[in-house]
């Protein structure tokens, strides 16, 4: 029985897992290497997301303060 490392594949280690070739420990460390690089992928997508995010919300706050007061002024 192989331990799982970082070299397998997701789809490996997922495999090993349900075959049962991982028992006790060893599957947990599969278990916790496959959330680990999940969570590493959920942070790679989520900060260009935030970005978009930053900058409609500093669009959104320049709208407000400069634009909507002068429109008060004119009517």
């Known amino acids: 029985m192989s ?3 970082d070299d397998l594949s997701d789809e490996q280690l997922q495999q090993g897992i349900a075959s049962g070739e991982y028992k006790g420990r060893d599957a947990l460390v599969a278990e ?3 959330k680990r ?3 590493q992928r959920t942070r790679k997508r989520i900060y260009p997301l935030g970005r ?3 900058m ?3 669009a959104w ?3 407000k303060i400069r634009v909507r ?3 008060k002024l004119i009517r």
């Open 52 to 54: 978009i995010g930053a």
């Open 32 to 34: 916790e290497i496959l």
């Open 37 to 39: 690089r999940l969570e």
């Open 56 to 58: 409609l919300a500093a």
């Open 69 to 71: 007061p002068r429109l």
């Open 3 to 5: 331990k799982p490392t």
């Open 61 to 63: 706050l320049w709208v």
